[in-house]
């Protein structure tokens, strides 16, 4: 980089880290995406909202349907006319639309074809009677299956609505000795005929079917973490025997939904989950969207949403959400195996490609005022042929039919072209999402990867060097507009390797007449230097800035004598380790500035001025603390000031490598390790000279000064645990005042 764009670089840092934080977006959005950095982005719109079904401008042999008394589950079957079927659990009933669209392509489903449950004579005190039915699918050859929850069966039915069978899990003798309860919420079959059933309050996975209705077992738990597991058997340790008798076995998270897609995978979620809250299982169980080792997760931090989405929806819950887990509800995915879920947390539905990524989300709280693509309370989600979206509501008793924008199937091709490996032609289609959205974060990440992979398959002919290297220049350029560090970092390590092999020669010239350098200083300048030293004269000669210098080099050669003079001997001055302290704050800056971009710790739209001052000067500031109260407890004789001015000269290493570290880290990546140990070399460096501080400045024993080193982190932890204790207390009590302020102009009113 050369040196104005560097200067540029170095000036549009001061400003990022000088601004404060802004919001995600100056006009209120409902749409995201996820940065790389796990930070909900507004996009645009990817899913359009073109009609609400209403059931009761509906009729069925002459009778009114009346309105929807509370939808719990939506289903769309594979059938060529792509029915959908609605579970109306407090009006008994599923019922059957026409998908009937309109010249436009958009779905009406305001046809009624069938209704199961209808209440006529033919459905009381027989199998047709449904009771408080909660999910429905449809299996091979239009074999309908009902979760009939109140009546504790999966009733199934013929296309026509004639009854075949119960399904029920009496079979088991086993289960039958737990007076197991068999209450069936949600049902799915795949195309060999067998049926998945999620069982309520059960921890041990689906209840398993086959085709003829016999009941199989449980099919595919969720797995115990480590954590849970743990903190299970720590807490036995400590209990009485009557406290263990009644504390409760640690089970499995919950399967809560389960669809079988097209692609024949079993999607399931799961709740009281922190992680892996979805799931794509093939048919032995194995779970194909979470690598082992990975733990997702799939939803976005509430917190980090713009206020005014923050605001609503605490104000949703009496208490405000006390998890940032999701609370998926229902699943679903289309033919090229986008999936659909529904988060009844925040109302939003959210769209993952195939790999489990986050393509964006749309939906949110409607909070009573009926607008159209808002919900009250959703509950279900379905994805008809030509991606439309359809979502149910309980509370607005209704459906909403969703189309996507232009932005949503631009994405969604990309996707989908990515994840089959067209790496060439899915660039196209992520460059015009781009045109739509330029902070779209993903579709550079998958630019990079795309420009990397290509790279990568031109080999290691001398001849394609050049290309390769193009190539590896846009992967970087891409990676770093996506805030993608890992991935940056592996495709500089290729980019590396091919500029190396171009530019050899002069690397190796390069590195002779470096050492020329260093041998001609040492032996030409160092012994002149040493025969006649460089003086200062005048105001130099009284100049505290300049005076430090001699000091800070004495502290690197014999730092115990270095800290004897600056105690006994006056060789330093409180001003001194003010202007080193300031010094050592500008090279971590200078550090943060120029070091590379997989190395820095800076995340772009989240750092200030503040936040950077806090991380370098609070650690400092409480370790002169401390460190003086404990030299009082071990009777030190050093006072704050010396404790300020030997701290100060204690950063001399930082202040020294800062800037070399930083132009180091450009030719490095994070996977070579060697930046690492260098930090680590610096910091023990630094915290050997704190320690001989410590206990030249106390005047303390080698064990003293261990001890009162400890001491010193202990009271860091107790300074830091105390300020966090107060900062919680005036936050409530800000909001106590708050609430009785609310309460008065209420009582005014």
């Known amino acids: ?264 995978y079993i999607y399931t979620t799961s709740v009281d989950v922190g992680t892996r809250q979805i799931r794509r299982l093939n048919d032995v169980g194995t779970d194909t969207l979470n690598l082992p080792g990975t733990n997702v997760n799939y939803g976005l931090p509430i917190s980090a949403l713009p206020f005014y989405v923050f605001q609503n929806i605490m104000e949703s819950h009496n208490s405000g959400p006390v998890s940032l887990t999701p609370l998926f509800v229902s699943i679903a995915a289309s033919k090229t195996g986008i999936i659909t ?23 949110g709280l409607d909070n009573g005022n009926g607008v159209l693509g808002l919900f009250e309370q959703p509950t279900a989600v379905a994805v008809a042929p030509k991606d439309e979206v359809l979502v149910s509501d309980a509370q607005e008793s209704n459906i909403t039919v969703f189309q996507p924008t232009r932005f949503g199937q631009l994405v969604q091709q990309a996707s989908l072209l990515y994840s089959q490996g067209h790496y060439r032609q899915a660039q196209k289609p992520w460059t015009q999402v781009l045109a739509y959205d330029t902070n779209y974060d993903l579709a550079h990440a998958e630019l990079g990867k795309g420009y990397l992979a290509r790279g990568e398959l031109l080999g290691s002919n001398p001849s394609v060097l050049p290309t390769e290297l193009g190539y590896f220049t846009q992967a970087l350029r891409q990676f770093y507009l996506a805030n993608d560090k890992p991935d940056y970092g592996t495709a500089f390590s290729w980019y590396r390797h091919d500029w190396m092999r171009i530019n050899f020669s002069w690397v190796f010239l390069g590195f002779l007449g470096f050492w020329l350098v260093v041998y001609l200083l040492i032996k030409v300048v160092a012994p002149r230097l040493r025969e006649h030293p460089i003086g200062f004269q005048g105001a130099w000669a009284r100049n505290q800035f300049v005076r430090a210098f001699p000091m800070m080099w004495r502290v690197i050669k014999h730092p115990a004598e270095a800290f004897f003079q600056l105690k006994y001997e006056a060789q330093g001055t409180l001003y001194q380790g003010l202007l080193l302290i300031g010094l050592a704050y500008l090279m971590h800056l200078g550090n943060l500035a120029l070091i590379a971009f997989d190395f820095s710790p800076l995340v772009k739209g989240q750092t200030n001025l503040l936040y950077t001052s806090s991380q370098f000067l609070l650690p400092l500031a409480t370790w002169v603390v401390a460190n003086y109260l404990v030299g009082d407890l071990y009777e030190g004789e050093a006072n704050l000031a010396e404790v300020i001015t030997g701290s100060a000269y204690a950063l001399v290493p930082f202040i020294l490598l800062q800037l070399p570290l930083a132009a180091v880290s450009h030719s490095l990546v994070p996977t070579d390790h060697i930046y690492g140990v260098l930090v680590a070399l610096q910091l023990i460096w630094v915290g050997y000279l704190f320690f001989t501080q410590v206990r030249v400045l106390h005047n303390l024993e080698w064990v003293q000064a261990f001890k009162a080193s400890m001491m010193t982190l202990v009271g860091i932890g107790v300074l830091w645990t105390m300020f966090v204790i107060v900062f919680g207390l005036g936050q409530q009590a800000v909001l106590f005042v708050h609430q009785i302020y609310q309460e008065i102009m209420l009582l005014r009113s």
């Open 341 to 363: 879920a529904l988060d009844q947390l925040t109302n939003y539905v959210f769209q993952f490609s195939r790999g489990g990524k986050l393509l964006y989300t749309f939906g």
């Open 1 to 264: 980089m050369t040196f104005p764009r560097r200067l540029l670089a170095l000036l549009a840092f001061v400003l990022v880290v000088v601004a404060p934080v802004m919001a995600l977006a100056a006009v209120p959005t409902l749409y995201f995406t996820q940065g790389t950095n796990g930070i909900p982005v507004p996009s645009p719109a990817p899913y359009k909202p073109v009609k609400a079904i209403y059931t009761e401008v509906l009729t069925y042999h002459g009778r009114s349907l009346g309105p929807l008394q509370q939808v719990n589950d939506i289903y769309i079957d594979n059938s060529p006319q792509h029915n959908l079927w609605v579970v109306d659990t407090q009006g008994n009933r599923v019922i059957e639309l026409a998908q009937n669209p309109n010249k436009h392509g958009v779905p009406q489903y305001n046809k009624v074809k069938m209704v199961i449950g209808w209440p006529t004579p033919k459905a009381k005190n027989s199998p047709y009677a449904l009771k408080g039915p909660l999910g429905v699918a449809v299996g091979p050859h239009g074999i309908v299956y009902i979760a009939d929850t109140g009546n504790g069966r999966v009733a199934a039915f013929t296309p026509n609505g004639i009854f075949l069978k119960d399904l029920n899990v009496t079979t088991s003798k086993s289960l039958q000795a737990q007076n197991f309860k068999f209450a069936p919420e949600r049902v799915a079959v795949d195309a060999r005929g067998t049926i998945y059933v999620v069982n309520a309050g059960t921890p041990y996975g689906l209840a398993e079917f086959n085709s003829n209705g016999q009941f199989l077992g449980f099919f595919a738990p969720n797995v115990l973490s480590f954590t849970s597991t743990l903190k299970y058997q720590i807490a036995k340790i400590f209990q009485t025997k009557a406290q263990k008798s009644q504390q409760a076995s640690v089970l499995p998270p919950e399967v809560n939904n389960v669809y079988v897609g097209p692609d024949g």
